[in-house]
């Protein structure tokens, strides 16, 4: 079993493989720009960790990992423009470097790399990576509606609020792993049990 050191190394090496056109510049910096920064890259790491569960050749499931990472950051980018966010992990957002429509733009080539990238994985497991995919980048924008509703609101119910954290965080840490499993030939029900780990971990995450 490969540790995590080692997952965080293989992960930053395939970003940094990740190519961009050179024109237009104003499309593409602001990708290279926002996948630059020091993060924690938990996603993918959450892919490689459950796929090394069930098989050590976690270059298999590199593909959907860095998907993830790339699909996460094109939220992020959203995010700061919604909430008018002047910095992200210490560095101004994108939307204040350029502008909002690039911004826009830019995150949206993010989300069609990220398909990109799932159409490299293996014809077996590709619709069910695609299925859980699919699924939980629509929660995460509903999640995100709900979060911008609640602004305006003056009391949140305590279950309205946990499916609302649920959505815009727990779901894709969970997604990331029952991925990582699926890709690893996990049986159906490996992959609920740590789907299920992925969604406590994230509302405990958020919670805190």
Same mark, same amino acid.
């Given at each position: 079993?490969?540790?995590?050191?080692?997952?965080r190394?293989?992960i930053?090496e395939?970003?940094?493989?990740?190519?961009?056109?050179?024109?237009? =510049?104003?499309?593409?910096?602001p990708?290279?720009?926002?996948?630059?920064?020091?993060?924690?890259?938990?996603?993918p *790491?959450?892919?490689?960790m459950?796929?090394?569960?069930f098989?050590?050749n976690?270059e298999?499931?590199?593909?959907?990992a860095? @998907?993830?990472?790339?699909?996460? +950051?094109f939220?992020?980018?959203?995010d700061?423009?919604?909430?008018?966010a002047?910095?992200?992990?210490?560095?101004?957002?994108?939307?204040?470097?350029?502008?909002?429509?690039? @911004?826009?733009?830019?995150g949206?080539?993010m989300?069609?790399?990220?398909?990109?990238?799932? @159409? +490299? *994985?293996?014809?077996? %497991?590709?619709?069910?990576?695609?299925?859980?995919?699919?699924k939980?980048a629509? =929660?995460?924008?509903?999640?995100q509606?709900?979060d911008?509703?609640f602004?305006?609101?003056?009391?949140?119910?305590?279950?309205?609020?946990?499916?609302?954290?649920?959505?815009?965080?727990? %779901?894709?840490?969970a997604?990331?792993?029952?991925?990582?499993?699926?890709? @690893?030939?996990?049986?159906?029900?490996?992959?609920?049990?740590?789907?299920?780990?992925?969604?406590?971990?994230?509302?405990?995450?958020?919670l805190?």
């Amino acid at each position: 079993m490969k540790g995590l050191a080692k997952f965080r190394k293989i992960i930053e090496e395939e970003i940094e493989k990740l190519s961009y056109p050179t024109s237009p =510049e104003r499309l593409y910096n602001p990708i290279k720009y926002i996948m630059g920064m020091e993060g924690k890259r938990m996603r993918p *790491l959450l892919v490689l960790m459950a796929h090394n569960i069930f098989n050590e050749n976690v270059e298999k499931s590199l593909p959907s990992a860095i @998907a993830l990472e790339l699909f996460h +950051n094109f939220t992020l980018l959203h995010d700061d423009i919604m909430d008018n966010a002047p910095l992200r992990r210490g560095n101004p957002t994108v939307h204040e470097r350029w502008n909002r429509n690039i @911004a826009i733009l830019s995150g949206d080539v993010m989300m069609i790399k990220a398909y990109q990238l799932l @159409a +490299n *994985l293996e014809g077996s %497991v590709l619709q069910e990576v695609l299925d859980v995919f699919n699924k939980v980048a629509i =929660e995460v924008c509903e999640g995100q509606q709900q979060d911008m509703d609640f602004e305006n609101e003056e009391d949140v119910s305590l279950v309205d609020y946990m499916r609302m954290i649920k959505y815009k965080t727990a %779901v894709l840490l969970a997604a990331s792993l029952q991925i990582g499993a699926i890709v @690893a030939g996990a049986s159906q029900e490996d992959q609920a049990h740590l789907y299920e780990f992925g969604v406590n971990m994230g509302i405990a995450f958020q919670l805190k």
